[in-house]
């Protein structure tokens, strides 16, 4: 294990001969990661609990947040492409800066359905800016590295980004909503003023800490603004990219019309769609689990400390366990990951009286909290084994000339069942997970098919579709040209 | 120039593909979404603690005594319900949903109504660890008499929580420590129950029996 972290770390040394335009390029995205990690986390309550979204339309709202970061990204890389990247960033984090602040602000001034007017105004234009952010941080990172850079400079990027949802939520979202009890009773002994102790023992409560994580989120956008002053555009990293960047601006649409008649994609498309039950998942974290979580447990639950493991489990997965999990063929390693995802569903399914027969349980705190635990542990493991090797399995399915295009449109699945899972999480969250359902379980007055476990089933029913339908048509998925396969592979990779 | 257009007219067409989604996903799931009722701006003043627009939200007439969630839960039963760990905090929101009962009462919430599973507020206050809350409603002359639909009573679940004043001020108000819930399980029961359950309560819990002992 030492010698996998020397490893992965050795090769950062590279490094030094980087632009200081690829570590602002680094510092925006970490200043963006915080403030989205934290801010995703709390969507949902922020939409129930500030502006009195119902859960069904917190979930639909959600889910078309969700929605339309995917439908201006396929725009997005076009526009970055016609006017620079330093425009682009100012567009993309002016309108998150805008949206932000608005959202910390307005639950302050408005009410009722002036209120969630504006709340539903400020997630469109969200939507638009985070949109942004990620198509123009990749090309930026791909300008401001060399061809020798460029893998561990993306490597750089994947890290921080995980250290950025890390900290976002064991800092940012419990910092703000619960405080840290145990740091304030030490720190008491050092006799600072106590306004400070309070806010560091209680943060500023449920109310007013999402409202504060949104306000963070534009005082992150400030920071973010001043590193893009500082960059400079045409410090390419590789000259000769120069030239085919100035050509390369194309119409967003235009790729969908390159590609939709193609075999290939046809057969991705497909592949995509069956693979979306268990992709639903994902986006239970910040759909679904949130509010379970505070419900099933109790309102000031840490759930930022919550989901912080996931981004931990996989930062060290990343290091130690991909060089031993890349010896598998990709095709078999995403049906197993698929089913390890899915898998990670059926502790939750489970009736609650069988958790509580294990040993060392004892009541249902406890209960929740194991089965809250196992889900994140397994689904952790089921995501580093899976999500490296969809984007290959991706790469290597296209023809060699159409990497970029099948990745852009890969996202169209999703972009279907987003609102749909916005919608069907509201009606089971409304069902199943309601505000005031700890008190009826812990007395008995809820049976198995009106329980948040009875939810989880129906989840795992779908998640569990994905890898049974892949089984089902792996020989015909898999069909391809092996030396397509090997070229594809390796632009994927580069790209 | 050119290009700049198409972009923006491709922009727009996405933007237009996806609210149609959207709109479809309405569509396809209004008969599900129906039956959720919308939360009232009286719920969301309750959960945000606001007063001010508790009191704003219950001057327009009669949405206080008509509100009902789709677990059959009155404003009343929303101001009684807290679920948290802390003890700082679970005083703070005493404090502040106790300034709430008189209000709600005021403005002719039922006192004494029941949830679908059979709760009343008095029983979700109790629960709650909320005694301010229980006093409130107990002085305006709640009923302790009344059961959920499994048979417990508000001492019962008080005296499972481990809360400890609301047991003894629902002994004081003539409680009865010996109704049993369908199973025939007594409020002493639950306490020893919930003794076993959570040994970091066990001073709360051996309190509980000791007053229920007394009876």
């Known amino acids: 294990m030492f010698n996998a972290v020397t490893r992965y770390f050795s090769e950062f040394r590279i490094l030094k001969s980087a632009s200081k335009d690829f570590w602002l390029t680094n510092a925006i995205q970490f200043f963006d990661g915080l403030a989205y990690f934290s801010m995703i986390t709390v969507l949902a309550l922020y939409l129930t609990t500030n502006c009195g979204f119902n859960d069904m339309d917190s979930g639909v709202w959600v889910g078309i947040y969700t929605l339309y970061i995917t439908a201006f990204m396929f725009a997005v890389g076009s526009i970055c492409d016609v006017i620079g990247i330093k ?70 990027y994947y890290l921080l980004m995980n250290v950025g949802a890390i900290l976002a939520n064991a800092l940012v979202v419990d910092g703000f909503r619960n405080g840290f009890p145990a740091i304030a009773k030490r720190l008491g002994a ?27 989120g534009f005082v992150m956008a400030i920071g973010a603004l001043i590193c893009v002053i500082l960059l400079r555009e045409t410090n390419y990293a590789e000259p000769s990219e120069r030239l085919e960047e100035a050509h390369d601006a194309k119409r967003p649409l235009s790729i969908f019309m390159e590609v939709w008649k193609e075999k290939a994609f046809q057969k991705l498309l497909l592949f995509l769609a069956l693979t979306i039950g268990v992709r639903l998942v994902f986006t239970h974290q910040f759909l679904v689990m949130p509010k379970y979580y505070t419900r099933v447990l109790y309102s ?15 930062v060290i997965g990343l290091i130690v366990l991909i060089p031993v999990i890349n010896r598998f063929t990709t095709v078999r390693l995403i049906i197993i990951g698929m089913a390890v995802s899915a898998a990670s569903l059926v502790i939750m399914a489970v009736p609650l009286h069988w958790i509580l027969t294990i040993p060392f349980i004892h009541n249902v705190t406890q209960a929740y909290l194991f089965i809250i635990l196992s889900q994140i542990l397994v689904f952790a493991f089921g995501e580093l084994i899976f999500m490296p090797r969809f984007t290959e399995y991706i790469a290597s399915v296209s023809p060699p000339d159409k990497v970029s295009s099948y990745m852009a449109l890969s996202a169209l699945p999703t972009f279907i069942s987003k609102p749909i899972n916005g919608f069907v999480s509201g009606i089971l969250i409304s069902r199943y997970c309601y505000d005031g359902i700890r008190p009826k379980i812990e007395t008995g007055n809820i049976s198995y098919n009106q329980s948040p476990e009875f939810m989880w089933m129906i989840y795992l029913i779908l998640a569990v579709m994905s890898p ?23 632009e994927g990779s580069a790209s | 120039m050119n290009k700049a257009l198409w972009i923006l007219i491709d922009a727009v067409i996405l933007f237009a593909v996806s609210t149609f989604f959207v709109l479809v996903a309405n569509l396809a799931f209004s008969g ?44 009343l039963m929303r101001a009684a319900y807290v679920n948290l760990s802390g003890d700082t905090l679970l005083a703070a929101a005493d404090e502040k949903r106790a300034a709430m009962i008189p209000l709600l009462l005021e403005h002719a919430a039922p006192l004494d109504q029941q949830d679908h599973d059979g709760w009343s507020a008095l029983m979700w206050a109790s629960w709650s660890g909320l005694p301010k809350v229980v006093e409130q409603l107990l002085a305006k002359g709640a009923l302790h008499t009344l059961s959920d639909a499994q048979g417990h009573t508000a001492l ?41 359950e ?16 007394e009876k």
């Not at chain 1, 339908?469 to 390796?490: R, Y």
């Not at chain 2, 629902?170 to 003794?195: K, M, V």
């Open chain 1, 190 to 216: 050092l006799h600072l003023p106590q306004g400070a102790l309070d806010f560091i023992g209680n943060g500023f409560g449920e109310v007013k800490g999402n409202l504060a994580i949104f306000d963070f």
């Open chain 2, 198 to 213: 959570y040994p970091d309560k066990q001073a709360s819990y051996q309190e509980i029996l000791r007053l229920l002992a």
């Open chain 2, 32 to 75: 599900l979404k129906g039956k959720t009722p919308k939360d009232d701006p009286i719920v969301t003043a309750i959960t945000q603690g606001n007063m001010k627009e508790l009191e704003a939200a219950a001057m327009e007439g009669g949405k206080v005594a008509a509100l009902l969630d789709a677990q059959g839960r009155t404003a």
């Open chain 1, 468 to 490: 049974i339908a892949v089984i089902a048509l792996k020989n015909f998925l898999t069909q391809q040209k092996p030396e397509a396969v090997a070229a594809t592979i390796e």
């Open chain 1, 300 to 314: 000031d639950f840490e759930l930022g400390l919550a989901n912080s493991i996931n981004p931990c489990i996989i």
């Open chain 2, 156 to 196: 019962m679940l008080a005296a499972r929580r481990g809360n400890t004043r609301i047991v003894q001020r629902l002994i004081d108000c003539g409680a009865d420590p010996a109704s049993t819930t369908r199973t025939g399980t007594t409020a002493r029961n639950l306490a020893q129950t919930g003794l076993l």
């Open chain 1, 87 to 156: 425009k682009s960033f100012y567009i993309g984090i002016g309108l998150l800066a805008v949206a932000r602040l608005g959202m910390g602000l307005s639950p302050e001034w408005l009410r009722g359905a002036n209120l969630q007017l504006t709340a539903k105004g400020f997630i469109i234009i969200m939507a638009l800016g985070t949109a942004f952010m990620s198509p123009v941080t990749m090309t930026s990172l791909r300008r401001f590295t060399s061809a020798t850079t460029r893998a561990t400079g993306f490597n750089v």
